[in-house]
Antibody
Framework: EVQLVESGGGLVQPGGSLRLSCAAS????????MNWVRQAPGKRLEWVSY????????YYADSVKGRFTVSRDDAKNSLYLQMNSLTAEDTAVYYC????????????????WGRGTLVTVSS | EIVLTQSPGTLSLSPGERATLSCRAS???????LAWYQQKPGQAPRLLIS???SRATGIPDRFSGSGSGTDFTLTISRLEPEDFAVYYC?????????FGGGTKVEIK
């Protein structure tokens, strides 16, 4: 089955860290450009980060730049998001999402999403 | 930065009725870089439409997209029970990517 499954969310104190994982199956993960998208309670979806299939190109939203790090392990068909210096504004459901593009081309819309993992930043 | 405004916030309709959802951009969306997604509670978002009007793989033809510039529409010609969900538009023609606030289509 073609799917993405996020994990690693939970409750963390302000200033803390958390590492999210996204396990891919049913498709060629190594050829896929991947993203993290989040949705805070009552807010709209917000794109967070992008990593190309080769991991040579990485982008971040201004709101997380310098605090979040995206990475991938193609041998494990997995995408990661290391989140440091977390604040209440980072509270959200985090989704991993596959870009429609393949083999080096990026479309910037998402044809496969996971169900998300909830991150709550609170003392 | 483009801001997308979706209306109405909630659409109350009966199965078999036609649904018309609006997505308005604060400035012109580059080319045809507008997508629509469907999300049901507890489920992953699903791509419906890209390039304003191209249905994604497996999306039934009762879903159609149209528009240009700043005004875009998602139309569901005859609502099926499984279509009651939240719908989001997204522009991907300029940075930063932007999503609309969503329209909830609920059963009347």
């Amino acid at each position: 089955e073609v799917q993405l499954v996020e994990s690693g969310g939970g409750l963390v104190q302000p200033g803390g860290s958390l590492r999210l994982s996204c396990a891919a199956s049913g498709f060629t993960f190594s050829g896929s450009n991947m993203n993290w998208v989040r949705q805070a309670p009552g807010k709209r979806l917000e794109w967070v980060s992008y990593i190309s299939s080769s991991a040579s190109t990485i982008y971040y939203a201004d709101s997380v730049k310098g605090r979040f790090t995206v990475s991938r392990d193609d041998a494990k068909n997995s995408l990661y998001l290391q989140m440091n210096s977390l604040t209440a504004e980072d509270t959200a459901v985090y989704y991993c999402a596959r870009d429609h593009g393949r083999d080096g081309y990026t479309y910037w819309y998402f044809d496969l999403w996971g169900r998300g993992t909830l991150v709550t930043v609170s003392s | 930065e483009i801001v997308l405004t979706q209306s109405p916030g909630t659409l109350s309709l009966s199965p078999g009725e036609r649904a018309t959802l609006s997505c308005r951009a604060s400035q012109s969306v580059s080319s045809t870089y507008l997508a629509w997604y469907q999300q049901k509670p507890g489920q992953a978002p699903r791509l419906l439409i890209s390039g304003v009007s191209s249905r994604a793989t497996g999306i039934p033809d009762r879903f159609s997209g149209s528009g240009s510039g700043t005004d875009f529409t998602l139309t569901i010609s005859r609502l099926e029970p499984e279509d009651f969900a939240v719908y989001y538009c997204q522009q991907y023609g300029s940075s930063p990517l932007a999503f609309g606030g969503g329209t909830k289509v609920e059963i009347k």
